[in-house]
């Protein structure tokens, strides 16, 4: 008996979910064993809310009368899914079945992350005999959006042909535009340069209404270090201070997009780094640090968050590893690459600002 293959593509809306896209290449195909396919591709934390759904399907055939068990190929093991109140359920799976059965699907959450979670389809035909396949769904909230990333010459890419971590998560990830105001040299404050101030760095997009952002890095602070500019006080909003730059630096873009998602990226400590002969401290270095985080946590109760590179999970970009860092300070093509793979794990979880 000629077998008939079709595809069972059913679009169900279900509140809170998502439109999932097919993006790996793997096909898993179940036969005759009643069990589930092994979904471990990749050692996820797993996500979402529980559901369910059913549908009935017929065709005019006798398969029932000979017992013949469906078979059910998974098309993609792991499928990337998006922010959005539509979703193909059965899209990811091809039944091949020419006589009457039910399709059924559940979804449940799979540990505390809200990024990814499991759905698991079961085919039941109508002699009795049952199939079930499960695949991984992983969450992205940054499909059609755009990222705004400035800073100095470590976004803008220097020693690296121009091109930085940000052109990297630009033009790899699912973003649908993005913007990259690099400037080498440039500090938070006016202190030794009035005219090296990121402040104005970024007026460009400062002042044009037209730029809308979703999503915003900011990067900036270590050239301060380097031409030591004045720590200031706590509560300082001057431009001639590390303090008050960094202040005014934040309140500008905040206050250009209060609805973005906003993020501060803090320079490691470039241990081996010289300028005119001279190197900076560890302790030197601290100084500066400690006072960003300062500021950024009291800007973190408006959504505001830090991914912070000298952190030891970052150690492999220690400024004595000339791999990544060939000067000491700023990164290779591989060094970018590591970094935009961590600053867009992080970027995805930033929250919308609000003040």
């Known amino acids: 008996m000629k077998k008939l293959l079709f595809f069972a593509v059913v679009f169900m809306t279900v509140l809170s979910m998502s439109i999932y896209s097919i993006t790996v290449d793997v096909i898993d195909s179940l036969n005759n064993d009643n069990q589930a396919s092994d979904n471990k ?9 529980n559901g369910e759904g059913e549908e009935e399907i017929n065709n005019d055939s006798n398969a029932s009368e000979e017992g013949e068990p469906p078979i ?78 400035i800073g100095d010459s470590i976004v803008k890419g220097f020693g690296a042909d121009n091109t930085s971590f940000a052109d990297y998560i630009g033009e790899n990830y699912d973003f649908i535009d993005y913007y990259k105001c690099g400037n080498n040299d440039y500090r938070l404050s006016t202190f030794d340069d009035p ?11 400062l002042n044009d209404e037209k730029y809308d952002f979703d999503y915003i890095v900011i990067e900036g602070g270590i050239n301060d270090v380097f031409y030591d500019t004045p720590l200031g006080e706590i509560d300082d909003k001057t431009e001639g201070t ?41 302790e030197e270095y601290k100084a500066y640090h400690d006072r960003t985080i300062e500021i ?24 004595g590893n000339k791999t ?32």
């Open 195 to 205: 005219n090296k101030w990121l402040v104005t760095a970024g007026s460009q997009y």
């Open 242 to 282: 590390f303090t008050g730059g960094l202040r005014l630096y934040l309140d500008a873009i905040t206050q250009r997009w209060p609805k973005a998602r906003i993020g501060y990226l803090i320079t490691y400590y470039p241990i081996n780094y010289s300028e005119n002969g001279k190197t900076w401290s560890e």
């Open 41 to 49: 591709t990749k050692d996820r934390e797993n996500k979402k809310t």
């Open 324 to 355: 990544y860092l060939p000067d000491y300070l700023h990164p290779n093509e591989k060094g970018h690459k590591m970094i935009a793979e961590w600053v867009f794990d992080w970027v995805e979880d930033l929250k919308p600002y609000e003040r």
């Open 72 to 149: 059910v190929n998974i098309i993609e093991r792991t499928v990337e899914c998006r922010y959005l109140d539509e979703y193909d359920v059965y899209s990811n799976i091809e039944v091949i079945y020419d006589g009457e059965y039910t399709k059924s699907w559940h979804e449940k959450q799979i540990g505390e992350d809200d990024n990814d979670h499991e759905i698991t389809i079961t085919i039941k035909a109508n002699n009795g005999k049952e199939i079930s396949a499960s695949y991984n769904l992983h969450e992205t909230k940054t499909e059609g959006k755009d990222i705004f990333i």
């Open 296 to 319: 950024l946590k009291e800007y973190g109760k408006y959504g505001i968050d830090y991914l912070d590179l000298s952190e030891d999970k970052y150690e492999v970009l220690d400024a």
